[in-house]
């Protein structure tokens, strides 16, 4: 009997051992798919904060809280059932299911350019806002770069057995969820950082506490810049990548020749080549989304007319 409790042990040693390699294989799997999608992660946490421009201090938390929570439902209850599942039994699918995620991204980017030149918003930049508008526009903004960043994270661990797969889409779900908006959540807090700074008794932390109160405004009009930017760069290149994985590449062909043309400049080829790539997916974003705009534009007027 002891020799059975013996060798029951190395047993219950050995799965041990096992699964602590295989949550090694997990995490680490799980950090390379993170990294891949670091440039759509940057673009969610510069497209969040203007979302919350012009509410009370006290409300900025409690939004950034729900848009949080609605991102992860996103992530964990919609997007990572649906591309299992696509990944699965019908991978064909979500190319394009994710390049009309990439047009209503380049639509909502260019609505907001036309806005911004045309001085012709829909009224929801001035006066009270709508926190449930706010919200639920948050979310669906949300949706497609979330879905953007779990099917990066899936390419990456596409050759892992399917429950591997789920533990770990969920592991950089989660990660990239709390990343984004806590970040986001200190970004619209500094102010109020800088106020409790500004009334101490230290010199030196005054003055840091006015020039970060003086300076946020401007951080904040930079991120809302930056944020339709990505929407534009964003959702330009995933229609770029997905005609060129559909079987019409020359609109991708020319812009990576254009980027390969560059990559030779000693010493700053890398950081050109992602210059011209973000900037020709920044108009095919503007373009698309352009008319998009005109599309819609369009049949309002008729509904109106009507």
Not at 46 to 64: D, K, M, S
Not at 167 to 182: C, E, F, N, P, R
Request: charged share 15%.
């Amino acid at each position: 009997m002891a020799g059975g409790l013996v060798a029951l042990l190395d047993d219950v040693a050995l799965i041990a051992r096992a699964a602590a390699s295989s949550m090694d294989d997990i995490g680490a799997a799980a950090a390379r798919a993170s990294a891949k999608a670091a440039g759509v992660v940057v673009d969610d946490a510069a497209v969040t904060p203007q979302y919350v421009r012009g509410l009370t201090p006290e409300r900025e938390l409690p939004i950034i809280r729900r848009i949080a929570l609605g991102s992860l439902r996103n992530k964990l209850l919609i997007i990572l059932p649906v591309i299992l599942l696509l990944s699965q039994f019908a991978d064909f699918l979500l190319t394009p299911i994710l390049m009309l995620g990439g047009a209503y991204l380049a639509f909502e980017g260019a609505e907001k350019v036309w806005a911004k030149v045309s001085g012709h918003g829909h009224g929801h930049e001035d006066g009270p806002k709508d926190e449930g508008t706010i919200v639920s526009g948050a979310i669906r903004t949300d949706l497609i770069l979330s879905a953007e960043i779990m099917v990066i994270s899936l390419n990456e661990v596409a050759d892992q057995p399917f429950w591997s797969r789920l533990v770990i889409l969920v592991v950089v779900g989660v990660a990239i969820t709390v990343l984004v908006y806590g970040a986001v959540g200190l970004i619209v807090k500094m102010d109020d950082v800088g106020l409790k700074l500004a009334e101490k008794p230290s010199a030196g932390l005054a003055r840091f506490g006015r020039g970060l109160v003086s300076a946020m405004p401007k951080l904040l009009t930079v991120l809302t810049v930056v944020g339709t930017a990505a929407m534009l760069w964003v959702g330009g290149h995933i229609l770029l990548v997905g005609t060129d994985e559909l079987g019409f590449g020359g609109l991708y062909a020319v812009v990576h020749h254009l980027e390969e043309a560059v990559h030779g400049v000693a010493g700053i080829g890398g950081v050109l080549g992602w210059l011209v790539n973000t900037l020709c997916s920044a108009v095919v974003g503007l373009v698309v989304g352009a008319v998009v705009v005109l599309v819609v534009t369009l049949v309002r007027n008729r509904r109106a007319a009507h």
